[in-house]
């Protein structure tokens, strides 16, 4: 059982940043794909990055490509997703997600969802 929470959302201007932050507790957490995904009122969660288990390899959503960067530290049993340039179409509640397998772009079957963090994007 891997138990996930997010935290680092908040209300930014366009053009800010922000960090978002995703402990996980529980174990084998190191062992585990992240990834982000996020979901806009009215919308379907979507994908927004993802990395793997050991940090080699990430993906990012077209969207957010060299805007937003994902990367984990074992160590602290954390994953992050520093988002720059922010932009108002980036306002959505973003959910941290681990797979013991692989994460794909597609929101199903993930073996594990965070409660989601907001993160609102003003003009």
């Known amino acids: 059982q891997v138990q996930l929470v997010e935290s680092g959302g908040g209300l930014v201007q366009a053009g800010g940043s922000l960090r978002l932050s995703c402990a996980a507790s529980?174990?084998?957490?190191?062992?585990?794909?992240m990834g982000w995904f996020r979901q806009a009122p009215g919308k379907e969660r979507e994908f927004v990055a993802r990395?793997?288990?050991?940090?080699?390899?990430?993906y990012y959503a077209d969207s957010v490509r060299g805007r937003f960067t994902i990367s984990r530290d074992n160590a602290k049993n954390t994953v992050y997703l520093q988002m720059n340039s922010l932009k108002p179409e980036d306002t959505a509640v973003y959910y941290c997600?681990?797979?013991?397998?692989?994460?794909?772009?597609?929101?199903?079957?993930?073996?594990?969802w965070g409660q989601g963090t907001q993160v609102t994007v003003s003009s």
């Open positions: 990395i793997s288990w050991n940090g080699g390899s990430t």
């Open positions: 997600a681990a797979d013991e397998i692989a994460l794909t772009t597609r929101p199903v079957g993930v073996d594990y």
């Open positions: 529980g174990r084998t957490y190191s062992y585990y794909h």
